[in-house]
């Protein structure tokens, strides 16, 4: 599969602040490869459905440009733009996905696999930290709803 270029990567991880790692134990350059090898590019225009609620989860999304909508039960709950990203619960749960996203503006996203999420957050205990505290963050929003 194609490798996006380590530019591209290190542009991406700027706009990303998920994906920056805060913990300097000298494996930046080990994490950059493997986000490098593991992100690929992917385009929605707007009303594209990129993720249905219920549907079972393959990937999570990474917003380089654009603006999507969540929308749970068909109602609008949430709006992600550029350096945001989402589809991550049903991978960290192992649920069926939340709710529904679709692309409210052209969207250039990354789409990480589930496997690869899986490996990355096994090889780095400070990346599952911390999306684990994002999707506790965002179910307790979405148990309060
Ligand atoms: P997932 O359940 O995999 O697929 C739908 C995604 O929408 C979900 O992951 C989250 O990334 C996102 N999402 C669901 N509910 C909310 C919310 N209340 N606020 C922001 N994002 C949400």
């Known amino acids: 599969r194609r490798e996006i270029s380590s530019i591209t990567c290190k542009q991406l991880i700027e706009k990303v602040p998920f994906l920056k790692r805060e913990i300097r134990d000298g494996r930046d ?7 490098a090898t593991a ?7 707007p009303g594209d459905r990129i993720i249905c609620q ?4 393959t990937h999570m999304f990474f917003i380089l440009n654009g603006k999507v909508d969540v929308l ?3 109602n609008v709950v949430a709006t992600i733009c550029d350096g945001g ?3 991550e619960v049903a991978l960290v749960a192992n649920i069926p996905r939340t709710a529904t996203v679709i692309a409210a503006t052209p969207c250039n996203l990354y789409t990480l696999s589930s496997a690869d999420f899986n490996s990355i957050i ?6 599952r930290e911390r999306i684990d505290k994002i999707y506790e963050e965002r179910m307790a929003k979405v148990r309060l709803e």
């Open 72 to 74: 749970v039960n068909g």
């Open 122 to 127: 096994v090889e780095f205990e400070d990346m």
């Open 54 to 57: 219920g549907e079972q989860a």
């Open 85 to 87: 990203f989402f589809g």
């Open 29 to 35: 350059g080990l994490y950059l490869g493997k986000i």
């Open 39 to 45: 992100l690929i590019p992917a385009t929605f225009i």
